[in-house]
């Protein structure tokens, strides 16, 4: 046993300290007495008592010095330093003791700031407080940072982006139902860094992409895209990530005979050997466009009804899972400088801004779902604004850059976005969000930009195929596949 741990020694060394104490208050005491005695003598002019008071007075200083250094030595044994953080949380027979609530940060402690909480990115939190796992109060600490952060709750959209050298999952060149428009190698890209990029979630793992394990998992199943052209190609780029586990390319076929065009109201491809159907419903606002109005300015030339759902809303019904997007449209040029005003029952809505119009049409989806959407059978999605990345004082260029940036700059909030999440969080269907904002914010790199059909029109709105779509796409079938096979 460590003698300095020994009760008798302790209690001796204390009763020294106090000893101490009082003999150096003493001696303090009398040297205060000493210099006033002197200091008189100064006053009245002395100096012999000066000369005298500097050089004693030195001696007498240095000398208490020395002695404050003794007592204070005396002092570290007869009051030891208190233990480390981490056996503080020890008894003597290496338990943990209770941890209170002042002990560990949650977020109940507002001052507490996200910084302040370890996690693997703070190694030098860690080397100090929890040096090693088998160490009890490391062990304690785990579970408690386990029991915040689950699979169950883990949020997939919040990480980044990492390199991986498997990527890409597939060539477009060989995909028939990959846009030419959209396939920026076969358009005269170089650099393939772009596509080599896959998301990482902070928290979790999404689990390996496996086409043939997805197929049969989607046996019988119908999956409906509906919304704008980013729609569009994140159809194309879930048939062109399956159809990596088809060995008969011919068994995948557009229903119709139909060519992909940027106008087609519907196409539908079918998977004929694992009878899975995916199809896209070209429906940019999601409402109904109208007729003019009597009597309206000459400048209205359609108009958007706002509280009524497109006409061909009742072909996404009979579907296994319901993807939506919108909100690229939703602007100036797309709609007053194009004559699109808005209309709410017969009442034309001239002045209304367009995110109290995009507000108004998400409540009008809403109450569709809620009433039209047999929720035992379809299971309902809804993707965020899709960040572009134009730049210039009128946001008409368009710098494609080689890596993804490193910062978001901004480009992870949308109005767009925001509404959507709060719409959806006030319904009393389930829907889920898949909220790509943030995601990418970063991809300054993976847009069309000149590498496209039409390389005179640059393009920091579309994404190169393969690229960024297939990455929302991975969530998405995450999310499809049963929890046991996705963990």
Not at 86 to 108: A, F, L, M, R, W
Not at 271 to 292: A, C, E, N, Q
Not at 309 to 331: M, R, V
Not at 423 to 438: A, D, E, G, I
Request: with cysteine.
């Amino acid at each position: 046993m460590d003698i300095w741990n020994s009760w008798w020694v302790m209690q001796i060394m204390q009763l020294l300290g106090f000893v101490s104490f009082w003999v150096s208050f003493a001696k303090f005491r009398t040297l205060l007495s000493r210099a006033f005695g002197y200091g008189h003598k100064v006053v009245k002019g002395d100096c012999s008592a000066w000369i005298f008071v500097s050089f004693n007075g030195l001696v007498t200083v240095g000398s208490f010095l020395f002695f404050l250094l003794v007592i204070s030595w005396v002092y570290l044994f007869a009051f030891p330093t208190p233990p480390t953080v981490i056996k503080s949380y020890e008894t003597s027979n290496g338990s943990v003791s209770p941890v209170q609530s002042h002990d560990i940060p949650n977020s109940s402690h507002s001052s507490f700031q996200s910084h302040d909480i370890p996690n693997s990115s703070h190694s030098s939190f860690q080397s100090h407080y929890i040096p090693n796992s088998s160490h009890p109060f490391a062990q304690s600490y785990d579970e408690i940072l386990k029991s915040n952060v689950s699979m169950d709750t883990c949020n997939v959209f919040e990480g980044s982006w990492v390199r991986d050298d498997s990527y890409p999952l597939y060539d477009a060149s060989q995909c028939p139902f990959a846009e030419r428009g959209f396939n920026c190698l076969a358009n005269g890209r170089k650099d393939r860094g772009y596509t080599k990029w896959r998301w990482k979630p902070k928290n979790c793992e999404i689990s390996k992409f496996d086409a043939r394990r997805i197929l049969e998992q989607l046996r019988g199943k119908r999956v409906v895209f509906v919304g704008d052209s980013l729609s569009r190609t994140q159809w194309e780029s879930m048939i062109c990530l399956l159809m990596t586990g088809v060995e008969n390319k011919k068994s995948v076929y557009e229903i119709k005979g139909n060519k992909i065009t940027k106008q087609i109201r519907f196409l539908g491809v079918r998977f004929s050997t694992f009878d899975v159907r995916v199809d896209f419903y070209r429906s940019v606002f999601l409402v109904k466009p109208g007729s003019v109005p009597r009597h309206a300015p000459q400048r209205v030339k359609t108009t958007l009804r706002l509280d009524k759902i497109d006409d061909i809303s009742n072909e996404w019904i009979d579907s296994d899972f319901l993807i939506f997007n919108s909100g690229h449209w939703w602007t100036r040029t797309k709609l007053f400088d194009m004559g699109w005003y808005f209309q709410v029952d017969n009442s034309l809505k001239l002045g209304m801004s367009i995110n109290s119009a995009f507000k108004t049409a998400l409540l009008s989806w809403a109450s569709w779902v809620e009433n039209a959407i047999n929720t035992n059978r379809t299971r309902v999605f809804f993707r965020t604004f899709e960040s572009s990345h134009w730049s210039g004082q009128n946001h008409n260029s368009c710098k494609v850059t080689q890596k993804p940036w490193k910062r978001t700059n901004g480009k992870e909030r949308s109005p767009i976005s925001d509404m959507i999440s709060e719409v959806v969080k006030n319904m009393s269907t389930p829907v889920t969000v898949l909220h790509v904002t943030p995601m990418t914010a970063y991809r300054s790199d993976g847009h069309v930009g000149t590498w496209s059909d039409k390389p005179a029109v640059p393009d920091c709105s579309h994404w190169c195929l393969p690229g960024v779509p297939d990455m929302w796409n991975e969530i998405l079938l995450s999310y499809l596949l049963p929890k046991e096979e996705a963990n």
